[in-house]
Structures are given as structure tokens and as C-alpha cells.
């Protein structure tokens, strides 16, 4: 049982270092345990925090929890800005003008690109 516990442990420490504890923002702590136990049979010491945002990303998919993960910062997200049908998302202002000179570039980008808006995801 304390390997097992560990073993959560250690999914659920590697979650909050890639998504920078913005898990607690959305999720309880009981969603939380569930996700580990579900992917604890994928897990393996070699596994990264990336890996396990990834797997975290995918098992809450096509729930009614989903989340979308930022391409600069890493903080989960459920609102914000999407790009090129999710090429990259932006979970605010700042994150979106690590990769757009400014707001009118963002504009432009949205007009010529139908894939590319602020939305919600609920």
C-alpha cells in the first residue's frame, strides 16, 4: 500500500510542478486522486511532468471538465485564447504576447484565421 501511495504521490507532485498548481484551480482533490489512480499503470520513474500534464490533459478530454493547457507558462486553463485550431493556447494577455508583438497582431491573426479566437471552454 505505500508504494501505491507513493507512487500517486509522486503523479500528483509532477502534475502540480507542470501545470504550476493551477490544478487545485479547477479540480478537487478527489478528482485529482481519481486521474492519478487511472494513470498510475502508465507510470513510470523515467515519466515527465510534462507526460503526466499530457495524460492529465487527455483523461478529462471528453468530460464535462475539460481543460486546455497554455503553451507559455504551462498553467491550466478553461478560458482565453486559442490559436490556429489549438496549435497554441494563451491563458492570458501576457502568455499571448510572448508570441504576438501586440493585441493588434492577435487581431489581425484572428481575422485572417477563423481558428484563431477567445473562447471558453465549459
Not at 507510470?43 to 471528453?62: G, H, I, P, Q, R
Not at 464535462?64 to 478553461?78: E, I, K, N, Q, T
Request: overall charge negative; some cysteine; charged content about 30%.
Amino acid at each position: 500500500m505505500e508504494t501505491e501511495q507513493s507512487t500517486i504521490q509522486h503523479i500528483l507532485n509532477q502534475l502540480n510542478i507542470a501545470v504550476k498548481g493551477s490544478e487545485e484551480v479547477y479540480y478537487t482533490d478527489k478528482e485529482l486522486r481519481q486521474f492519478a489512480h487511472a494513470f498510475e499503470s502508465k507510470w513510470t520513474k523515467e515519466t515527465s511532468d510534462d507526460e503526466v500534464a499530457d495524460a492529465f490533459l487527455e483523461y478529462w478530454w471528453d468530460t464535462d471538465r475539460p481543460v486546455r493547457r497554455c503553451s507559455v507558462c504551462g498553467r491550466l486553463m478553461r478560458d482565453d485564447y486559442c490559436s490556429d485550431m489549438g496549435a497554441s493556447y494563451y491563458c492570458s494577455d501576457e502568455c499571448l504576447l510572448h508570441d504576438y508583438s501586440d493585441m493588434n497582431e492577435w487581431e489581425k491573426e484572428c481575422q485572417n484565421n477563423d481558428q484563431s479566437y477567445y473562447t471558453e471552454w465549459y
